[in-house]
């Protein structure tokens, strides 16, 4: 017994250790760094799992069209008993079965063949073969045209391949560009913190030389009011972290329920990721590269252009032959019965004929045809304004870069020649000459120095980055490969 008691008291207190260390797993958060934070969007972020359901939808599509031109075949079967009788004559039964299996075929250049059999079953079987070949000589002859919609889903499988691509370039730049957003909103803390701790040893220091003698009492007022500024500026970048935090999450694709804390970031080891194309480069580049301009070039020589062609071919004439031929379906009994009823010779039809269909002032055709026209006219001068428009956003994403380089340059220098001004400042300030106001001011400048660095720093990456997506190398640059099943 005392064994027993002993087994589940340990037993007791081991359950008791895996659910406290399950609970404090729960309670820690999820440390995620930049890297991390891709691989989880490119994975989780709703719009990437959209556009991967739509090549789904659009891969099966083409396989549909494709399956137009494979061999469809056909079952039908029936049973029927009748029993009848009318006054003064005996009741009578009959019955009848027959099953109808045939296949059909359309090809290429719009032949369309279907082979069909019955198998007349009453009191005699009588079955039979037919065969009946169309062929299209005028409307709706070529490849051009019965290929249309299978070309139309070969296009828009590409177009919807291209879509996840551009979806997860879109993704990993949204991610990206909202982990810099809290690496600033964090740096942003710690210079108020710094400005903070600058403006409480202030305080004191004024303190001490109120109590000697040496400064009058309303300069502490304005040093404490230094202090409450610089608390509230800490509050309201704590605050636009929290906000920063729940927009990174949204852009990863994750519940922001979920306790995640992100981890720094180095920012001079990111930009060194980032390679600069000379500008020329990047204009060749976004062209081969740009989504939309691929999509826009498909579109114009793929569908835009069938719907051309087929306008035109609706308004021709149609002339079709039709040639059919069947052996068997006869009725009764002797030649007309059985199996060898088919193949006897002595039940045969076989026929050949051409119809024609000439359209007259068919003006919907017409109408057609000039919308077709004009719809391509269209989208050409679309495509050409669009390059225009890609080269302008590559020249402009290039030059962003440029001046953002040298902005940051300018900005360090400022810092560090700032950082020196607000030193000399309080030693100014520790032996008397100056008071705690130009101190203040001093302060302020540093501080504003220290955002302004910050901000150059940020906006310069997010320059690099945004011509990263913009030639085409977001992906590359993070070794993202775009798969599809």
């Not at 249309?148 to 499988?157: G, P, R, T, V």
């Not at 919308?371 to 302008?392: C, F, P």
Request: contains cysteine.
């Amino acid at each position: 017994m005392v064994r027993i008691k002993i087994f589940f008291c340990v037993a007791f207190v081991f359950f008791l250790l895996i659910g406290n260390g399950r609970t404090q797993d729960v309670l820690n958060p999820i440390n995620l760094s930049l890297t991390e934070a891709i691989l989880i969007a490119i994975r989780d972020n709703p719009n990437v799992q959209t556009t991967q359901l739509n090549y789904v939808l659009q891969k099966f599509n083409l396989f549909v069209q494709e399956w137009q031109f494979y061999p469809h075949y056909s079952l039908q079967a029936s049973a029927t008993l009748n029993r009848s009788g009318s006054p003064g004559q005996s009741i009578s039964n009959s019955h009848s079965y027959n099953m109808q299996p045939g296949v059909s075929i359309l090809t290429p250049i719009g032949t369309q063949i279907a082979l069909n059999a019955a198998n007349a079953k009453t009191s005699h079987y009588n079955p039979n073969i037919s065969t009946q070949i169309t062929q299209p000589l005028m409307r709706g002859f070529g490849r051009a045209i019965v290929e249309a919609a299978l070309k139309n889903a070969m296009d828009a499988e590409v177009i919807a391949r291209l879509n996840i691509e551009d979806t997860l370039r879109t993704t990993v730049t949204d991610v990206i560009n909202a982990y810099l957003d809290i690496v600033a909103a964090n740096e942003a803390i710690r210079i108020d913190e710094k400005a903070l701790e600058r403006a409480m040893t202030s305080v004191k220091q004024t303190k001490l030389y109120i109590k000697a003698g040496h400064k009058a009492g309303n300069e502490l007022v304005t040093v404490k009011a230094n202090v409450a500024s610089a608390k509230s500026t800490l509050e309201n970048d704590k605050n636009n972290l929290t906000q920063r935090q729940y927009a990174l999450l949204t852009a990863i694709g994750i519940d922001p329920n979920q306790d995640i804390h992100f981890v720094g970031l180095n920012v001079r080891e990111l930009i060194k990721k980032y390679h600069l194309p000379s500008l020329n480069e990047a204009k060749k580049l976004i062209l081969a590269n740009n989504i939309s301009y691929q999509t826009a070039q498909i579109t114009l020589n793929g569908s835009t252009t069938r719907s051309l062609v087929t306008a035109i071919d609706n308004t021709r004439w149609q002339l079709n032959l039709t040639a059919n031929a069947a052996t068997g379906n006869g009725s009764g009994g002797g030649q007309s019965a059985g199996i060898d009823s088919i193949f006897n010779g002595a039940n045969q039809n076989q026929s050949i004929g051409l119809q024609l269909q000439i359209p007259i002032d068919d003006q919907i055709s017409k109408q057609a045809v000039l919308n077709a026209q004009v719809a391509l006219k269209q989208a050409k001068i679309a495509l050409k304004k669009q390059k225009w428009d890609i080269e302008t956003n590559a020249i402009n994403g290039w030059n962003n870069v440029v001046s953002a380089e040298r902005a940051l340059r300018f900005a360090e220098n400022a810092e560090k020649l700032q950082e020196k001004t607000y030193q000399i400042s309080y030693q100014k300030y520790l032996h008397g000459l100056i008071d705690s106001l130009e101190l203040q001011t001093a302060q302020v400048q540093l501080i504003q120095e220290q955002q302004v660095l910050l901000a150059n720093q940020i906006a310069y990456l997010k320059s690099l980055v945004n011509l990263d997506l913009l030639i085409g190398h977001t992906l590359k640059t993070w070794g993202v490969t775009v798969r599809v099943v």
